[in-house]
């Protein structure tokens, strides 16, 4: 089976109380596979790269040809669109979990470093403290 992806995006612009604060233009892409698993993927990419962007302005529209055929036609299989489109948004949610969890080990790591220095300079400031008043303890 032949896989065709068309992905779309419109010009968008944005407003606020009548002024133009940015603006995209319109951008189209087309690939091509046979595998399932690599169309997935392609569309997982674009999804990516929209939540990446943190555009406001208008999200990509994808349409998967079958074989040449749009789902106006009998011999398309809407269920393997489904299925493509599923996986790609599975794939996508794994890829945000594991940003998410990539961000909250590397603060974990930096308070963990933060918290071992302040303790470090707690330690040195007592040593000082006890050399210069030996007969406190």
């Not at 974990?108 to 030996?134: C, G, M, S």
Request: hydrophobic share 30%; charged share 35%.
């Amino acid at each position: 089976m032949h896989l065709t992806i068309i992905q779309y995006r419109s010009d968008g612009e944005d407003t606020c109380m009548g002024c133009s604060m940015g603006s995209s233009g319109s951008d189209f892409e087309i690939n091509h596979t046979t595998d399932p698993e690599e169309a997935a993927s392609i569309i997982t990419n674009r999804m990516l790269q929209d939540t990446d962007s943190g555009s406001e302005y208008a999200g990509w529209e994808i349409v998967i040809l079958q074989n040449g055929f749009d789902e106006d036609f009998d011999e398309y299989d809407y269920d393997l669109k489904l299925q493509i489109m599923d996986k790609a948004k599975k794939r996508l949610n794994i890829i945000i979990i594991q940003r998410e969890l990539d961000t909250e080990r590397e603060q974990a790591e930096k308070q963990k470093q933060k918290d071992v220095t302040i303790r470090e300079k707690d330690l040195r400031r007592l040593a000082e403290l006890l050399k210069k008043y030996p007969d406190v303890l």
